[in-house]
């Protein structure tokens, strides 16, 4: 059965500071990876998706980016984090147009 | 642009009442919708995806139907129970011509509380 993983769960890191949030998926080859942000009061929000290795699509103007330099790896990062950055960040895989699944979170907090 | 809107934001029910939840959307051109359930400080738990095909799905005590021409979803949940409390959101999918890849626009959550 396919599994999605995401780590940390829980991060705070000061203003400027880099960030690298890793995803992996099990279980399936060549998934659509994605990464949605839910910050308070503002619902989900797609950020970047992928369709293959190397192969990003940015959704909205933004501090962060996204790189998928394996099969079933996807990862978010900031070169320099801001206050507005924190939220709640999900990574999920579908297969196609068929059903999307999501990872646990984490829990980002810039102070 | 697509809009995804649930109505209400939040609902208390009394435990074995059964719940109905609403889910609408402005563009009808969807691929697929899919509902969802998050407990506080966690990811997403897929419950149910309705194909732009079908017209419901049911998994357990869940039935979600699909209304694509009126825009419209609803998620029915039978004789509830405190387990069941949670958020539940919809999101539909797959709404850009030719774009690949299920991209989901969600609704802003129903809060859902079941009372003992």
């Known amino acids: 059965s396919q599994t999605i993983h995401q780590w940390p769960a829980t991060l705070v890191q000061p203003v400027g500071s880099p960030l690298s949030l890793e995803c992996t998926v099990e279980g399936t080859s060549n998934p659509n990876l994605y990464w949605y942000r839910q910050a308070a009061g503002r619902g989900l929000q797609l950020l970047f998706y992928s369709v293959g290795i190397g192969q990003i699509s940015s959704e909205v103007p933004q501090n962060l980016s996204a790189s998928r330099p394996q099969d079933r790896q996807f990862i978010l990062s900031s070169k320099k984090l801001l206050l507005s950055d924190s939220g709640f960040y999900l990574c999920?895989?579908?297969?196609?147009?068929?059903?999307?699944?999501f990872g646990q979170g984490t829990r980002l907090t810039v102070v | 642009k697509q809009e995804v809107t649930q109505i209400p934001a939040a609902l208390s029910v009394p435990e074995g009442e059964n719940l109905v939840l609403n889910c609408s959307f402005t563009d009808s051109a969807i691929y697929n919708l899919q509902w969802f359930r998050q407990d506080p400080g966690k990811g997403l738990t897929s419950l149910l995806l309705i194909q732009s095909s079908q017209r419901e799905q049911t998994s357990g005590r869940l039935n979600a139907s699909l209304d694509k021409s009126s825009g419209r979803s609803t998620l029915y949940i039978a004789a509830s129970q405190p387990g069941d409390s949670a958020t539940y959101l919809c999101?539909?999918?797959?709404?850009?011509?030719?774009?690949?890849?299920?991209?989901?626009?969600f609704g802003g959550g129903t809060r859902v509380l079941v009372k003992p």
């Open positions: 999101a539909s999918g797959g709404q850009q011509p030719g774009a690949a890849g299920n991209k989901l626009t």
């Open positions: 999920a895989w579908s297969g196609g147009w068929s059903e999307a699944f």
